[in-house]
């Protein structure tokens, strides 16, 4: 009994530190990886925002967006951007050791199974149903992305005709162009708000200031 509460005293002194903090939360995420780095996005969302309090709704909704950006799977990326943002470097590799170590250990294990068991009716069966959770694992996510990033009428229109563009041209159009596109057209509506915002203000600035010289006028 000595030993078992010895360790666990243990294991919590070392739950107090973010690094281990950061490795052990993605260690945990990892195995939930079936489906593709978008199946994770709302575990990630979970633990990060609602478990551990690393970040608000907004920033996970910003990581997410930079870690589609980017080259490279988007769950290896959220967990090296939330890494570096709780830690830095370490913080990064950290959370880059947690999500990839379980998946090299699960990938070796199903390689030497999967060829043995592919052709069996219960496996094709279960991954039917693995495959049919998944997407509503990434329709659930995008439903949570999209609260966060459609806040206007412009983000819903840029949204509607991204989803178009890649529904009808997605054979000769990459991905990275909508990206690249997105971008454009977000940073042309905030300018042009930011200018509209401007001119109201000043706007408001001068009806003020005429306000004030008839109220010294009426003094």
Wanted: charged residues 15%; aromatic residues 12%; positive net charge.
């Amino acid at each position: 009994m000595t030993k078992i509460k010895r360790l666990f005293s243990f294991w919590e002194k070392l739950e107090k530190y973010t690094l281990f903090q950061l490795f052990v939360s993605f260690l945990k995420i990892s195995p939930s990886s079936f489906g593709g780095g978008y199946a994770l996005i709302p575990i990630i969302e979970k633990e990060a925002v609602q478990q551990r309090k690393w970040l608000s709704e907004r920033e996970i909704a910003d990581v997410f967006a930079l870690a589609q950006s980017a080259p490279g799977a988007i769950a290896l990326n959220s967990a090296i951007f939330i890494g570096y943002r709780m830690k830095g470097k370490l913080g990064a590799l950290a959370a880059l050791s947690g999500i990839i170590l379980p998946t090299f250990l699960i990938m070796i294990v199903l390689s030497l199974l999967f060829l043995q068991v592919h052709d069996h009716p219960k496996v094709e069966a279960a991954f039917t149903a693995i495959r049919t959770t998944i997407l509503a694992l990434i329709v659930y996510a995008a439903l949570k992305m999209g609260k966060q990033a459609i806040v206007n009428y412009a983000a819903m229109i840029i949204c509607i005709a991204a989803v178009l563009a890649l529904y009808f041209f997605s054979s000769w159009l990459h991905p990275i162009f909508i990206i690249v596109l997105g971008a454009i057209a977000g940073i042309a509506v905030c300018s042009r708000h930011s200018d509209e915002l401007q001119q109201t203000k000043q706007e408001e600035k001068q009806q003020t200031a005429a306000q004030d010289d008839y109220s010294d006028y009426m003094i």
